[in-house]
């Protein structure tokens, strides 16, 4: 069953004290019971599968890399060997990619310096363990940026990326309250149950910003929201379709006002990917400098998923990175039971333009410069029993996240390290919510 998270309001701080429940927690419940608007997100639905399934225990074909050429320990790279087991596992259309215990090496001097890409449905990566002595991939090399005047261009080492485009599908001709799970569209014409869509509004009308700031006032050096408007961009599974009324499996995470353009479109993604008991290792050893250059911000980046369902990353260490994991343009993602280590670095664990992204059991011990948190117009995110050291801060990096739950979480108020430029501010929008907050 899903878990029943917490929920709140912009920028409200909200918690419960001696066995006290919340009024606002009430009210909430109240609203569900009767059916009527909520006052706050419902977060409940975050994560894999929306919390209803556990993570599970693949038991499809396994492609051990060591039987494509890599050799634990053996001082010789190992990346062609990875990409060989990779390729394998795809063109079967499923597979485990087993890593057995000892150090696998995956980008050396003589290696070229592109990263490993991984695009298929049903793909897991699994190792022995995250600890000393069992499964480590370390990056020997950073990676170049694409654009050296752009310090965030530098790629991510793994990259399991969904493929595809979004195709406009149809307007939304109905409004709808937060919380609301069906939609009124113009035509349901090639929209059937399970299919992954998009709900999407961008639009700088003034009532609709004004709306949107909750009474707070929009600093004219904020030119992204003022010239490009709000942006929201919620994924959703279908459950059904009835006439021109479309049915969501998840709850509509935003007030929907019809007259502002809100679009359907078709999410071009993989589900079922799982990374897994594996720790990612980089060679970044140096006091970081926020922004200096490429290598700071960005030469040992791990792990990026982008365009995934209800897919996972559990169990793992990432050691000396300047950039842990990404979790971009996806829904119900899990990142769960993971640890930061070594030399601080750029950032942690983020959720990107993602929905209902759950990560949760988290130790940064490391101090990144943006601990686990969230950017972009990312929605629906929770954070649940993430442990953050005193001298970072949770990121909130601008580009309009929305709707976040930081539950049960453990430090991470450190002053200037949300992030964000200023162009792209506010730091985060509507319902921001601190609950059971020990900082």
Known sequence: MRTKLLTGALFVVLCCINAQESQIWQAFVDAKENGKELPLPDFSYAGYQCGEKAIPDIEAKVFNVTDFGAVPNDKLSDKEAIRKAINAAVKNGSGVIYFPAGRFLVNEKTDDDKPIIIKGKNIVFRGAGPNEGETELYMSEHLPPKDPAKLWTTPYMFQFIGGGKEVKLTDVTGSCSMGDFALKVKSTAGIEAGN????????????????????CQVDDKWTSILNKGIYVNEYHQVEKVKGKTIFFKE???????????????????YEEVGVESICFSG???????????????????????????????QNCRFHNVNRAVNVVLSA??????????????????????????????????SSQWHAPGVTSATIGTVLWRVKYNEDTSFETHASQPRATLFDCVEGGFFLGRGGGARHNLPNHMEYLVLWNLKS
């Open 196 to 215: 992954w869509v998009v709900l999407r509004v961008k639009n700088n009308a003034p009532d609709l910003i004004e709306s949107e700031m909750c009474g």
């Open 251 to 269: 709850p509509i995470l935003r007030k929907v006002n019809h007259k502002h353009n809100w679009e359907l479109l078709s999410y071009a993604n």
């Open 332 to 365: 119900n993602v899990s990142v769960l039971n993971c640890t930061v280590t070594g030399t601080p670095g750029h950032s942690s664990i983020s959720s990107n333009a993602s929905s209902r992204v759950l990560i949760g059991k988290i130790n940064d011990s």
């Open 283 to 313: 060679n970044w050893h140096d006091k970081f400098v926020h922004h200096k250059d490429c290598l700071h911000d960005g030469g040992y980046s791990l792990l990026k998923f982008q365009r995934l369902a209800n897919s996972w990353v």
